[in-house]
């Protein structure tokens, strides 16, 4: 019987792999080497780097968080499956499933985790992908190639959702429909950050976009909804369906010539926080009868750019802005979101790679500055009377590909 068992298999292999159907493995080891000058906010011990924590003063009035810090990780190292098979509906089948060894919180470094697991539907001009991957406001084509796996967050959207994308080409234009759910990336609350508010509010995330491509150099823009629901009960334990809707707004475009590459990215609009990025949402008023809370969305303007020259030996410079612009309306409650407190932040990062064969050899220096303050309810939740706290990080890392 198995010996039977073993012809069957071997058989349905043999006519997969005979018609090119079935799946290859590839990705990297990639192990980092990470100095920073002082205490950071960061993920996974200190690997995920987002800005320099603020001050925190001790009974002396010394700065407690001005304590540098080294670590050594190779929890980025990733396998990636890509899935080919026959045709469906008429269209080109693809798929694929990524992992890494990033682990879902610090209490689970080393754990392994899904990325990506997508399944994909392309015809002439038409594209259906369904699944989980990049967020519509990471654009695939153009972010940052540094070093760092914060991979420019928080001037970068970062963030990896379950949706249905849709794509239609026309000539050199393309134009992008996705309705996404949130999972590993999610937006804060009343309840920490969660899933929950999108889920209860019905409505996905919406995105559109529209690409213009012509010999590898692109120019895009799109536009991203989002409704909230923080709450099902007030604090006064009535049932409450308050929501927040926002509109956020991106530019980008990536140029090629010889061997220079020139990449930018701009992003406007309030609530960004699930895209690990700064802002939120905050309470402008609460009803004294039943605690009935309305909400008001945090502007942010977050802009990076980036020059890339050569192949074997890659130099990069990234630098990066996000600004808090403050809430539409005057808040009187609290604040949901990350970073809330900080003005602005600023970001330069030169880097130097030396690329041989299947290795790597990198190594970037990554200043930021954040500007820490407190926030002026009574003037829209703007940052005032900032002080500027920076930390330096150093960054080695060797890749292996295969």
């Known amino acids: 019987m198995k010996k039977l068992l073993f012809v069957f298999l071997f058989l349905i292999n043999s006519s997969v792999f005979a018609q090119n159907f079935g799946i290859s493995f590839s990705g990297f080891v990639k192990t980092d080497v990470i100095y920073d000058s002082r205490q950071t906010v960061a993920l996974r011990e200190g690997h995920f780097l987002l800005y320099p924590q603020n001050e925190k003063l001790d009974l002396n009035n010394v700065d407690v968080n001005a304590k540098s810090n080294f670590n050594i990780l190779s929890i980025q190292t990733r396998l990636l499956g890509k899935i080919t098979g026959p045709e469906a509906f008429g269209a080109k089948t693809s798929g694929q499933i990524e992992a890494e060894f990033f682990g879902t919180s610090d209490g689970d470094v080393n754990g392994f985790r899904l990325r990506h697991a997508f399944a994909k539907f392309d015809w002439e001009k038409t594209s259906l992908l369904v699944g989980q991957t990049w967020h519509p406001m990471f654009i695939t084509e153009v972010f940052p190639g540094v070093v760092s796996f914060n991979t420019g967050a928080p001037f970068q959207p970062f963030s990896r959702n379950p949706q249905i994308r849709f794509a239609q080409s026309f000539e050199n234009i393309k134009l992008i429909l996705t309705a996404a759910s949130q999972r590993d990336f999610s937006s804060n609350g009343p309840d920490g950050f969660t899933s929950a508010y999108l889920r209860n509010s019905v409505i996905p995330n919406l995105n559109a976009q529209i690409?213009?491509?012509?010999?590898?150099?692109?120019?895009g823009a799109g536009l991203d909804f989002k409704k909230l629901t923080p709450r099902?009960?007030?604090?006064?334990?009535?049932?409450t369906d308050k929501s927040i809707s926002t509109l956020s707004f991106t530019g980008y475009f990536k140029f090629i010539a010889d061997q220079f590459t020139v990449k930018s990215q701009a992003v406007y609009g309030p609530n960004l926080a699930d895209l690990m990025m700064l802002g939120g949402y905050a309470v402008k008023s609460t009803n004294a009868v039943d605690g009935q809370e309305e909400y008001t969305g945090i502007k942010v303007l977050s802009v990076w750019g980036e020059v890339i020259y050569g192949k074997d030996i890659e130099l990069g410079?990234?630098?990066?802005y996000s600004k808090n612009l403050g809430a539409e309306d005057n808040i009187s409650g609290s604040?949901?979101?990350r970073a809330t407190n900080i003005g602005n932040l600023i970001r330069i990062s030169p880097r130097i790679q030396f690329n041989s064969g299947k290795s790597r050899i990198s190594t970037e220096l990554e200043y930021t500055a954040a500007a820490y303050g407190k926030n002026d309810n009574t003037n829209k939740g703007k940052v005032i009377d900032t002080k500027s706290i920076s930390n330096l990080r150093m960054l080695l890392a060797v890749y292996y590909f295969f």
């Open 211 to 219: 690409q213009f491509t012509k010999d590898g150099n692109i120019l």
């Open 335 to 337: 604040y949901y979101g």
């Open 317 to 320: 410079l990234f630098g990066g």
């Open 232 to 239: 099902l009960v007030t604090t006064k334990n009535f049932k």
